[in-house]
């Protein structure tokens, strides 16, 4: 199945990768640039494999994104880590039913999920850009965000996957009534743990093109450290016009591979 990769592929994955990471550690939904561009440079390959191969790929540039906000931003290292261990057993229980999703019922998944992003950064422009609430948050939004950001979103990012970041920066900026660049680093931490909940099932399952995930794993592990540097310079406002124009462009080709082929 490598062997079967050309270079002109190969190089824009891993472009893809170093864009995905970027994104991701701006915004969140960096596997909506990853994944849909591995439906489209490897298109035979299983499903599951191409999962798989997502979260070793995604959890280098996540992980990076997540060391840089926590030294910089002002997050809750503890509480992200509480969410974390509950998206852990979410994304764990998503990987197990994996296995079966097929290509046809995979893309659009990922379109549902694509125009529901669109949908809402259109739609809510300022999401995000107010202050922060002043003190810790009331112990009902912390049970709320565990069990949405944590248990459901980490069930959704194991099964499926693309746009758990944005999904998760969504919830806990609403949930918790933070501001995007604190959401965004909480988000890190929390998508961490179910990168690696996820992984270990698709390990264990043999789901993983490790020998294509190392070059594109060192590429979006490069794109997530640049991309925290950006977000916490610059917020990540500037990046909204960017994500509606890949958002828009992967739900066209993935419509024309879905139903024009």
Known sequence: MISEIS????LA???????????????????????PALL??????????LLGTNKAVAVWGTAAAAVAY???????????????????????????????????????????????????????PAFGVTAAEPG??????????????????????????????????????????LNLVTASGTA???????????LVTFALKGAVLWQLALPLALCNLAGGALGARTALKRGSGFVRGVLVVVVVSLVCKLAYDQWAL
């Open 136 to 177: 810790p948050p009331a112990r009902t939004r912390i049970l709320a965000a565990i069990g949405v950001a944590g248990l459901g979103i980490g069930f959704y990012d194991g099964l499926v996957g693309p746009g758990t970041g944005t999904f998760l920066v969504l919830a806990l900026a609403g949930i918790l009534h």
């Open 70 to 124: 926590a030294r910089k931003a002002p997050v809750d290292v503890r509480l992200a880590l509480r969410i974390g261990a509950a998206a852990l057993g979410g994304s764990l229980a998503g990987a197990f039913f994996a296995s079966g999703i097929d290509n046809t019922v995979l893309r659009p998944l990922i379109m549902v999920a694509l125009l529901a992003v669109l949908a809402f950064v259109l739609l809510r």
């Open 7 to 10: 270079l002109p592929t190969l």
């Open 40 to 49: 489209v440079g490897l298109p035979h390959a299983p499903a599951a494999h």
């Open 188 to 198: 890190k931490i929390v998508n961490v743990c179910t990168n690696l909940g996820a």
């Open 13 to 35: 994955l891993c472009l893809a990768a170093a864009a995905a990471g970027w994104i991701d550690a701006v915004v969140g939904g960096g596997g909506l640039l990853q994944l």
